[in-house]
C-alpha cells in the first residue's frame, strides 16, 4: 500500500514536470506592445467594462465609486431567485397585500397585481426583468425568503460569496434607500454572473412576454397581461438601438440617475459594459455604445485550447520502475477559457506560467491552472485538467495541494503564487525567460553538501599536515595525549 501511494504521488510529480518544461518554452516574447487607450470623454459618473469570457479588465473609470444601483439590483434579485429555485420556475407565486403595496406608489412601475393574485416565478421572472416591475420583486422576495428585509439578507449574502466589496442591498427592487448602494465593478461582476444562467440570457434578451392573466385583467388576451422590455438598446425601432447588444438591464431613480448594464457580443467576443450615474437616458445609451465600439474595433478574445496547441498533446503509457502506471492522459482546459489581447497582437507573443494551484477547487480534474501575460499583464488563465486517468479524484484531489486558491483580479498575487507554486513543487524548473531555476530547498541541500565537503578537506588537512608531523609543538602534544590514554 505504501508503495502504491508512492507511485502516485510520483506520477503527480512526473505529469506537472512533463508539463512544465513546454509550458515555459513557450514564453519567448519581451516584445513591449502598444495597448489601445480609449480617450473619449464619458457622460456616466462610473463605467467598466470586462471581456466576459476572461474576466480582464479593459475600461474601468471610477470604478469602486459607491452609487445607487436602482433597479440593476433586479439582476441580484433574479440571482438569488435563480439560485433558490434550482431549474424548478413553474411554482406559483401568490402575490401578498404587502408585496403589492409596500414600497410602491403611483411612479412605481408594477403589473398591476392585487393581493391573492399568483404567477409562476418563471411569469415573475419575466416581468421583474422586462418592464421592471416592483410588485414583482417584492412577491419573489416573500415567496423565497418569507420577507423582503430576509430577502435582502440572502442578496447581500450572494454579493459576499461573489466578492463584492462596495455593495450592500436592502430591497429586491432597487428603489431608493440611502443604504443601497453598488459600483461599476461590482455590477459588472453581477451581470458576468447572471450571463452563466441560460433563462436570463433568455429573459433579459426577450423584447416582451405575455404572463399569465391577474385579477385586474381576467381575460388571457388582454394586452396589459404583456410585458415589454424597457432596455431600448436591444429594440430595432428605437433611437438608442445597438446591434450588438444581446441582454441587459437598465435602472433609474432621480438619486440614482440613468444606469445600464449590458452585455454585447461582436466575433466571438462577449463584453460586459455597466455606466452608472448618466444624467440623461441618451447619456447612458451613447456612453454605452461609444465603449463598446471601441473594444471590439481594439480587442479579440480567444479560446485558450484554440491556440494553445500544447493541449492537443497526451501522455502515454507511464510506467514507472517496469509498474505500468497509465494507459493515457489528455491535459486540457475548458472550453470556455479565453484571453484577450489587442487586435494588433499575435497570440504567439504571449507567456504562460504554470500554477500548480487550482482556481475551480471543485473540478475533480484539475491538476493545476495556467495564467497567460502580455508585457506582465495577465490576460486569460485556465485550469489544466487530466482526462482519461483511472482513479483520477483520488490521485489529483489526495497528493495535489487545492488550497489557496488564487484571486482573479489580483496579478501580483497571481505571479507570486506562480512563482512560488513552481519552486516549491519542483527542484529544478525554468522560469519564463527560459533559464533554469533552483528551489530553495535544492539550493538549501547543495550548501549543505558544499560545507560538508568543505569540513572533510579541512579536517583532512590538519591530520595530514599536524597529526603527522612531528616537528611541530602542537602534534607533539596530541601524541602524547594520545599515548597517554591509550596506557
Given at each position: 500500500?505504501?508503495?502504491?501511494?508512492?507511485?502516485?504521488?510520483?506520477?503527480?510529480?512526473?505529469?506537472?514536470?512533463?508539463?512544465?518544461?513546454?509550458?515555459?518554452?513557450?514564453?519567448?516574447?519581451?516584445?513591449?506592445?502598444?495597448?489601445?487607450?480609449?480617450?473619449?470623454?464619458?457622460?456616466?459618473?462610473?463605467?467598466?467594462?470586462?471581456?466576459?469570457?476572461?474576466?480582464?479588465?479593459?475600461?474601468?473609470?471610477?470604478?469602486?465609486?459607491?452609487?445607487?444601483?436602482?433597479?440593476?439590483?433586479?439582476?441580484?434579485?433574479a440571482?438569488?431567485?435563480?439560485?433558490?429555485?434550482?431549474?424548478?420556475?413553474?411554482?406559483?407565486?401568490?402575490?401578498?397585500?404587502?408585496?403589492?403595496?409596500?414600497?410602491?406608489?403611483?411612479?412605481?412601475?408594477?403589473?398591476?397585481?392585487?393581493?391573492?393574485?399568483?404567477?409562476?416565478?418563471?411569469?415573475?421572472?419575466?416581468?421583474?426583468?422586462?418592464?421592471?416591475?416592483?410588485?414583482?420583486?417584492?412577491?419573489?422576495?416573500?415567496?423565497?425568503?418569507?420577507?423582503?428585509?430576509?430577502?435582502?439578507?440572502?442578496?447581500?449574502?450572494?454579493?459576499?460569496?461573489?466578492g463584492?466589496?462596495?455593495?450592500?442591498?436592502?430591497?429586491?427592487?432597487?428603489?431608493?434607500?440611502?443604504?443601497?448602494?453598488?459600483?461599476?465593478?461590482?455590477?459588472?461582476?453581477?451581470?458576468?454572473?447572471?450571463?452563466?444562467?441560460?433563462?436570463?440570457?433568455?429573459?433579459?434578451?426577450?423584447?416582451?412576454?405575455?404572463?399569465?392573466?391577474i385579477?385586474?385583467?381576467?381575460?388571457?388576451?388582454?394586452s396589459?397581461?404583456?410585458?415589454?422590455?424597457?432596455?431600448?438598446i436591444?429594440?430595432?425601432?428605437?433611437?438608442?438601438?445597438?446591434?450588438?447588444?444581446?441582454a441587459?438591464?437598465?435602472?433609474?431613480?432621480?438619486?440614482?440617475?440613468?444606469?445600464?448594464?449590458?452585455?454585447?457580443?461582436?466575433?466571438?467576443?462577449?463584453?460586459?459594459?455597466?455606466?452608472?450615474?448618466?444624467?440623461?437616458?441618451?447619456?447612458?445609451?451613447?456612453?454605452?455604445?461609444?465603449?463598446?465600439?471601441?473594444?471590439?474595433?481594439?480587442?479579440?478574445?480567444?479560446?485558450?485550447?484554440?491556440?494553445?496547441?500544447?493541449?492537443?498533446?497526451?501522455?502515454?503509457?507511464?510506467?514507472i520502475?517496469?509498474?505500468?502506471?497509465?494507459?493515457?492522459?489528455?491535459?486540457?482546459?475548458?472550453?470556455?477559457?479565453?484571453?484577450?489581447?489587442?487586435?494588433?497582437?499575435?497570440?504567439?507573443?504571449?507567456?504562460?506560467?504554470?500554477?500548480?494551484?487550482?482556481?475551480?477547487?471543485?473540478?475533480k480534474?484539475?491538476?493545476?491552472?495556467?495564467?497567460?501575460?502580455?508585457?506582465?499583464?495577465?490576460?486569460?488563465?485556465?485550469?489544466?485538467?487530466?482526462?482519461?486517468?483511472?482513479?483520477?479524484?483520488e490521485?489529483?484531489?489526495?497528493?495535489?495541494?487545492?488550497?489557496?486558491?488564487?484571486?482573479?483580479?489580483?496579478?501580483?498575487?497571481?505571479k507570486?503564487?506562480?512563482?512560488?507554486?513552481?519552486?516549491?513543487?519542483?527542484?529544478?524548473?525554468?522560469?519564463?525567460?527560459?533559464e533554469?531555476?533552483?528551489?530553495?530547498?535544492?539550493?538549501t541541500?547543495?550548501?549543505?553538501?558544499?560545507i560538508?565537503?568543505?569540513?572533510?578537506?579541512?579536517?583532512?588537512?590538519?591530520?595530514?599536515?599536524?597529526?603527522?608531523?612531528?616537528?611541530?609543538?602542537?602534534?607533539?602534544?596530541?601524541?602524547?595525549?594520545?599515548?597517554?590514554?591509550?596506557?
Amino acid at each position: 500500500m505504501k508503495h502504491k501511494k508512492l507511485y502516485i504521488k510520483l506520477i503527480s510529480f512526473l505529469l506537472i514536470l512533463i508539463y512544465t518544461l513546454p509550458v515555459n518554452a513557450v514564453a519567448t516574447s519581451s516584445t513591449i506592445s502598444k495597448w489601445p487607450y480609449y480617450d473619449l470623454n464619458i457622460a456616466s459618473q462610473s463605467a467598466y467594462v470586462i471581456d466576459a469570457d476572461s474576466s480582464i479588465v479593459l475600461y474601468s473609470y471610477n470604478p469602486t465609486k459607491r452609487l445607487y444601483p436602482a433597479s440593476l439590483a433586479k439582476i441580484m434579485t433574479a440571482l438569488v431567485v435563480f439560485d433558490k429555485a434550482n431549474g424548478n420556475y413553474d411554482d406559483l407565486v401568490t402575490f401578498s397585500y404587502n408585496a403589492v403595496t409596500k414600497d410602491i406608489d403611483k411612479n412605481s412601475v408594477t403589473i398591476g397585481a392585487s393581493a391573492g393574485d399568483q404567477l409562476s416565478v418563471k411569469d415573475c421572472l419575466y416581468c421583474l426583468l422586462l418592464p421592471s416591475a416592483n410588485d414583482a420583486a417584492n412577491a419573489l422576495a416573500e415567496h423565497y425568503a418569507g420577507s423582503i428585509n430576509d430577502f435582502a439578507l440572502l442578496m447581500n449574502e450572494k454579493a459576499e460569496n461573489l466578492g463584492l466589496e462596495n455593495t450592500h442591498f436592502v430591497n429586491p427592487s432597487g428603489l431608493h434607500n440611502d443604504n443601497q448602494y453598488s459600483s461599476a465593478e461590482d455590477m459588472a461582476k453581477i451581470l458576468q454572473c447572471a450571463m452563466t444562467y441560460p433563462i436570463f440570457m433568455q429573459i433579459s434578451s426577450s423584447l416582451s412576454y405575455r404572463h399569465a392573466p391577474i385579477r385586474k385583467y381576467k381575460n388571457p388576451e388582454n394586452s396589459n397581461n404583456v410585458v415589454l422590455n424597457t432596455n431600448s438598446i436591444l429594440s430595432s425601432g428605437s433611437k438608442y438601438y445597438y446591434n450588438k447588444a444581446v441582454a441587459g438591464k437598465t435602472g433609474h431613480t432621480n438619486a440614482a440617475g440613468y444606469n445600464l448594464a449590458v452585455c454585447a457580443r461582436n466575433n466571438g467576443m462577449n463584453l460586459v459594459c455597466v455606466t452608472l450615474g448618466a444624467k440623461t437616458e441618451k447619456d447612458r445609451f451613447d456612453d454605452t455604445k461609444k465603449l463598446c465600439e471601441f473594444h471590439f474595433d481594439n480587442y479579440k478574445s480567444l479560446k485558450i485550447k484554440d491556440i494553445d496547441k500544447r493541449f492537443d498533446d497526451s501522455i502515454s503509457s507511464l510506467s514507472i520502475n517496469d509498474v505500468h502506471l497509465i494507459e493515457s492522459l489528455n491535459i486540457t482546459c475548458s472550453d470556455s477559457a479565453h484571453i484577450t489581447l489587442p487586435k494588433n497582437i499575435d497570440e504567439n507573443s504571449i507567456k504562460s506560467v504554470l500554477s500548480f494551484q487550482v482556481d475551480d477547487i471543485y473540478n475533480k480534474y484539475a491538476i493545476g491552472s495556467l495564467h497567460y501575460y502580455l508585457d506582465d499583464v495577465l490576460v486569460g488563465k485556465c485550469t489544466l485538467e487530466g482526462r482519461n486517468i483511472d482513479n483520477i479524484e483520488e490521485i489529483y484531489t489526495s497528493h495535489l495541494n487545492l488550497s489557496n486558491p488564487l484571486s482573479s483580479n489580483d496579478d501580483d498575487a497571481i505571479k507570486n503564487n506562480n512563482s512560488n507554486s513552481t519552486t516549491n513543487n519542483l527542484l529544478i524548473s525554468i522560469n519564463d525567460d527560459g533559464e533554469l531555476v533552483l528551489s530553495n530547498t535544492l539550493i538549501t541541500l547543495i550548501i549543505i553538501i558544499i560545507i560538508l565537503i568543505v569540513a572533510i578537506v579541512f579536517i583532512s588537512f590538519i591530520y595530514i599536515n599536524i597529526f603527522n608531523n612531528p616537528n611541530i609543538p602542537f602534534a607533539k602534544f596530541l601524541f602524547r595525549l594520545r599515548r597517554k590514554f591509550r596506557r
